[in-house]
Nanobody, 114 residues
Framework: VQLVESGGGLVQPGGSLRLSCAAS????????MSWVRQAPGKGLEWVSD?????YYTDSVKGRFTIDTDDAKNILYLQMNSLKPEDTTRYYC???????????WGEGTLVTVSS
């Protein structure tokens, strides 16, 4: 099992980015997938879950959208109206049968700054 994130970078406040998480060794269509972020010096913050029904932490509702391309086996996070407080490293993770996140990628860094 491998998860590889990409798509991070530097963007101005109000801008957009789309993060990708390429999965191998399993089908994203068969698992709940998650996005999590961790700001420097802070703990992990759950951002979103998606598999049919989609869930978001309050701070990103209406701005972020989780989605998958089952044919390409990729998880996405479309991030719009980005704010400086969204600056952090974003990780994708797979949720195993018990609901815990059992596999993680290495993350992609998002910096929102003018």
């Amino acid at each position: 099992v491998q998860l590889v994130e990409s798509g991070g970078g530097l963007v101005q406040p109000g801008g957009s980015l789309r993060l990708s998480c390429a999965a191998s060794g399993f089908a994203v269509s068969s698992y709940y997938m998650s996005w999590v972020r961790q700001a420097p010096g802070k703990g992990l913050e759950w951002v979103s879950d998606g598999r049919g029904s989609k869930y978001y932490t309050d701070s990103v509702k209406g701005r972020f959208t989780i989605d998958t391309d089952d044919a390409k086996n990729i998880l996405y996070l479309q991030m719009n109206s980005l704010k400086p407080e969204d600056t952090t490293r974003y990780y994708c993770a797979r949720r195993g049968p018990t609901g815990t996140m059992d596999y993680w990628g290495e993350g992609t860094l998002v910096t929102v700054s003018s």
